[in-house]
Structure formats: structure tokens, C-alpha cells
């Protein structure tokens, strides 16, 4: 199976213990590209998931200060980020957004900072990828104030919102993400926008270590589990899980302007190489 995980946060301490066994099984479960979010523990860690990507070759990476830590973010947090988005193996900003959910930091400071990524992302020419929890009406309305006319959409990580939401963020560019939370028997909300929208405009993630699937719910979540994401957005596409995990990986490709696949051989020596 050929999948892509587009959005996972590898650095995190769930994974101190097994962190190279994680990413093993990952491999081993079709995973063959991982985009590793770099929102890292907050501000003072902003290249937290780098050096994973430097490590590997399958693995890309993002920059971005989340919602949460918005009340923490400096001019100095800010510069920071538009270094690090010159990095190569950088192919996009974010987590960024609006969360209303826990309100972390206030809605205000939410915005200023949301506002000021989008202009920095802009600069950097990097796509968006945002988390948005309650907050879309804000959420879409800065988005098509700041960020429409960039034309480097971006994308809805761990999509949470109704089919017109997702139809304005496909009027900007954007591609969305669905998790392990749309295979829980009560979620069939996001299952419906999933076969509504078109399959071009799809992509599955784990939001590892977050949102296990069905299976699993309750546990530690890590990328070879996005599998089963696939297999449950797949049967109400009416296709195979192969076929729509190929599509999803196909768009993440495409999108971020990513080479196919390599071959196993190609793979091995790449991590053989990373490794010494």
C-alpha cells in the first residue's frame, strides 16, 4: 500500500522510548513519505522535528508556533521561524490557526499571531497547514482576507468542520486531511464530507500520538496506523484501500511538488546514508 502520513508529531516524548522502531513500522506498513510537524513542545524548540527530517530521507518537515502557545510567541520566535522555512527539507507552515476549544491563549492573541505566520508563510512562499477547533467562522474569514490571494493554499489538518467549510477552503487552494478521528463510530459526520469532496482534494494523517484509530482508540497513535484511516475513508469512496491511499498519496505528492516514490533499493540506501 502506498501511503502518506501528512501529519504526525514525531518529535514528541511518546515516542523517547521506540522512536526508530516507530518509524520502522511505519515503513514496513507502506508509509513512504511523513511530513513531521514542527510546532515541537512550543516556541523555545521551533526546529524540534528537523532533525528527524535531516535523518531521513522519506521524512519533510513543517515550521510554525500552534494556537496554543500563540501568548507565548516572540519577535525573536517569529525571525526564528523565517530561517528555519529556508531549509530544504521545510515544505510548509504550520500548524497554525485558531483553537477555541481550550483557549490556551487568548482568541486575540490567537488572531495577531495567526495573521502574522500567514504573512510570514506568504514571504516564504510555504503552503499553510492549520488546525482549527470551533473557530472556523474566524478561522475561514482570515484566511480569505490574509491568505487567499497567495495563491499557496495549504491544508486542513485533522479536518473537523462541515462540507461547505471544506468547499471554501477548496475555493483557496487547499487540500483536506482527515484523521484517525473520522473511523470512530460517531464520526460519520466527517466520513459524509469525505465522500463528498473530490478525491483529489483528499489526504489522510495520524496527528500522531493524538487520535488513534477505532481499533486502537484510547492508546498511543504513531504513523503505521494511518492505515486504517485509509481502509475507513476508502469504503464510503467505494474503493479499495489501495486505490484510495494511492490517490491521497498521489495528491500529497503533487501538491507539494514531491518525486513518486522511490523504489525500495533507492529507500534502503537513502537511510543507510542518513544513518552514518
Excluded at 510546532?39 to 500552534?66: F, M, N, R, V
Amino acid at each position: 500500500m502506498d501511503l502518506i502520513d501528512s501529519h504526525a508529531h514525531i518529535d514528541f516524548p511518546q515516542f523517547d522510548e521506540d522512536r526508530a522502531e516507530m518509524l520502522a513500522r511505519a515503513r514496513a506498513a507502506g508509509v513512504k513519505t511523513l511530513l513531521a510537524i514542527g510546532t515541537g513542545p512550543g516556541p523555545e524548540k521551533l526546529d524540534a522535528a528537523l532533525p528527524y527530517a535531516e535523518q531521513h530521507g522519506w521524512i519533510y518537515t513543517s515550521i510554525g508556533i500552534h494556537p496554543h502557545e500563540a501568548k507565548e510567541a516572540t519577535t525573536e520566535h517569529l525571525d526564528r521561524l523565517t530561517q528555519l522555512a529556508r531549509h530544504p527539507k521545510v515544505i510548509a507552515w504550520g500548524e497554525i490557526g485558531l483553537d477555541y476549544h481550550y483557549n490556551f491563549s487568548p482568541p486575540e492573541t490567537q488572531q495577531r499571531i495567526f495573521r502574522e505566520q500567514l504573512a510570514l508563510a506568504r514571504q516564504s512562499k510555504l503552503p499553510v497547514i492549520i488546525h482549527c477547533r470551533e473557530a472556523w467562522p474566524d478561522c475561514l474569514a482570515l484566511l480569505e482576507e490574509n491568505w487567499r490571494s497567495s495563491g499557496l493554499g495549504g491544508i486542513f489538518h485533522c479536518f473537523s468542520g462541515t462540507l461547505e467549510e471544506a468547499r471554501r477552503g477548496l475555493e483557496m487552494g487547499f487540500l483536506v486531511s482527515f484523521a484517525g478521528n473520522s473511523t470512530y463510530p460517531k464520526a460519520q459526520n466527517l466520513r459524509n464530507v469525505a465522500a463528498e469532496l473530490p478525491l483529489a482534494n483528499l489526504l489522510i494523517e495520524t496527528d500522531a500520538p493524538y487520535l488513534a484509530p477505532q481499533s486502537r482508540r484510547g492508546k498511543r497513535n504513531e504513523p503505521a496506523f494511518v492505515a486504517e484511516v485509509a481502509h475507513a475513508l476508502a469504503s464510503v469512496r467505494n474503493l479499495s484501500a489501495e486505490d484510495f491511499a494511492g490517490a491521497t498519496a498521489e495528491n500529497f505528492r503533487r501538491f507539494f511538488r514531491l518525486a513518486p516514490a522511490s523504489s525500495s533499493a533507492h529507500l534502503a540506501a537513502e537511510e543507510r546514508r542518513a544513518s552514518n
